[in-house]
């Protein structure tokens, strides 16, 4: 009679280990394509989208999404490696900001110096309307509430003026 | 006389903190300017200038005195070559032999330092560019453009030649055509 024999308890444990072990190689193995699925290379819009918020130094006032120099074609593979490499647009401007300065930025920062790029032209703007409302003001003003002769209001020239006026005035009657 | 009444009222009804707020503000923003502008024209730094001290941290793989980084303070008593250099800068790959040649010259010496600050580079580039070139002297991003706004560099490639006192004697705009011009330059700066 063919009996099965019956495992030991070694056997069992190292069974169960090489499962574990097989286990895990499956669990790797299906996270190592779920990350290549998740990460395809950047396209170039994605790339141009952070692109276009720099400027390289080297060629100045170009946005770096349509510079066509070498070194510019350099940043922006830069670029689409770090997304590739799964940095957020704020890291990798970041990043520029690091390496290469903040001028690089089409936005100056909200710090320093660069404060004054926003506030100036709003303080500039609110005060020429302020100039342009007082002297559109000062212009209308003669009509409505222009002061009238001998009022306490005058200066002592302009009495005075008023006065040689008034005296010229009669003695032509 | 109406319209002299109503600029007189007008100017007596604007306080006179408010005026010179306004034009304290006005002659700080023409300040400002005027001091972009007076940078902008400068140049960069002149002979006769001397430079302050600074920090070039170097690419993995190159070291000066087992250090990872050099300081311009520390290198007082040594004749100092900086040259700005960058991988995309065709004109800089005319002189990089020359350079690499001539700092094997001095290098034994130890009176002479060459330093290599890449501008506004990508490190794979650059690191491939030094590969190239065989360049074995202290080579190192200029992080945040820092050393070349202080030399307010125009382009690259551009070297400039620092005597033992850390005063600068000589500024090359544009590549070097031969190591001789640069040995040229340097021997001045090593006579006692």
């Known amino acids: 009679m063919i009996t099965k024999a019956p495992l030991s308890t070694l056997s069992r444990a190292a069974l169960f280990a090489l499962l574990i072990v097989a286990a895990a190689f499956v669990l790797l193995a299906w996270q190592a394509d779920t990350v290549h699925a998740q990460a395809p290379t950047p396209s170039d819009d994605e790339v141009n989208a952070i692109a276009r918020q720099l400027y390289c130094p080297v060629c100045e006032n170009t946005p770096l999404d349509v510079c066509p120099t070498e070194a510019c074609r350099q940043w922006r593979e830069l670029i689409r490696q770090k997304l590739a490499e799964g940095w957020t647009e704020e890291q990798i401007k970041q990043y520029f900001v690091e390496n290469y ?6 936005e100056p920062p909200r710090q320093g110096v660069f404060w004054l790029a926003y506030i100036v032209p709003p303080i500039a703007i609110l005060a020429g309307a302020f100039i342009l409302y007082r002297a559109l003001k000062a212009w209308n003003r003669p009509e409505a509430a222009a002061p009238g002769v001998g009022e306490s209001e005058a200066t002592p020239v302009q009495d005075e003026y008023m006065a040689r006026l008034e005296e010229e005035l009669r003695k032509r009657e | 006389m109406e319209t002299m009444q109503a600029e007189q009222t007008s100017k007596r009804t604007i306080p006179l903190w408010a005026q010179v707020l306004i034009w304290g503000g006005l002659l700080g923003l023409l300040a ?37 980084e050099v300081h311009l303070s520390e290198l007082r008593g040594k004749v100092v070559v900086i040259n700005f250099w960058a991988s995309w800068c065709k004109p800089c790959e005319q002189e990089a032999a020359e350079l690499e040649s001539a700092w094997r010259h001095y290098r034994e010496s130890g009176d002479v330092v060459f330093l290599g600050a890449d501008y506004v580079d ?9 590969r190239r070139f065989d360049i074995t002297y202290p080579n190192g991003p ?27 004697r000589y500024v090359q705009i544009g590549p070097f055509r031969s190591e001789d011009e640069i040995r040229a330059i ?7």
Do not use: C, H, M
């Not at chain 2, 200029?142 to 600068?168: A, C, M, N």
């Not at chain 2, 340097?186 to 006692?192: R, Y």
């Open chain 2, 186 to 192: 340097i021997d001045p700066l090593l006579a006692p």
């Open chain 1, 101 to 106: 300065g903040a001028r690089v930025l089409a």
């Open chain 2, 142 to 168: 200029d992080k945040g453009t820092k050393i070349s706004q202080l030399f307010r560099i125009k382009g690259v490639p551009e070297t400039y030649f620092i005597d033992r006192q850390g005063v600068l």
């Open chain 2, 122 to 130: 990508t490190e794979p580039e650059a690191r491939q560019y030094l």
């Open chain 2, 32 to 68: 400002v300017l005027a001091w972009g502008l007076v940078r902008a024209q400068q140049g960069t730094v002149q002979p006769g200038d001397t430079i302050p001290d600074f920090t070039l941290p170097l690419f993995s793989g190159y070291e000066y005195n087992g250090q990872s």
